[in-house]
Nanobody, 126 residues
Framework: QVQLVESGGGLVQAGGSLRLSCAAS????????MGWFRQAPGKERLFVAA????????RVEDSVKGRFTISRDNAKNTVYLQMNSLKPEDTAAYYCAARSSQSILPTTTPERYDSWGQGTQVTVSS
């Protein structure tokens, strides 16, 4: 299993940017598809973006398309979520997740991910 630690969250004004990082340890993260999810208080955990184990295929949720970019550096065992043009509705706890998979396309379903980080809070003020 892989251990995940997120960082980079914080308070930012609307229109600002943040870059979240997810550092993986344990088993080699390059064998895992990686995903970012977010959860607002009282709401379910929702898909944000995912990237396959080699980094060649990404999936991005429609409401963040064009604003958020997922990437990975397997040499550093780290996955990133660059968030630009942030909106107050982006406010949530953001979680990184890993899934051991042989599929070509990374899944958007949180229940299919095997390992989760502890989350990092992103707050966007209006």
């Amino acid at each position: 299993q892989v251990q995940l630690v997120e960082s980079g969250g914080g308070l930012v004004q609307a229109g600002g940017s943040l870059r979240l990082s997810c550092a993986a340890s344990g088993r080699t993260s390059s064998t895992y598809d990686m995903g970012w999810f977010r959860q607002a208080p009282g709401k379910e955990r929702l898909f944000v973006a995912a990237i396959n184990r080699k980094g060649g295929i990404v999936r991005v949720e429609d409401s963040v398309k064009g604003r958020f970019t997922i990437s990975r550096d397997n040499a550093k065992n780290t996955v990133y979520l660059q968030m630009n043009s942030l909106k107050p509705e982006d406010t949530a706890a953001y979680y990184c997740a890993a899934r051991s998979s042989q599929s070509i396309l990374p899944t958007t379903t949180p229940e299919r991910y095997d390992s989760w980080g502890q989350g990092t809070q992103v707050t966007v003020s209006s």
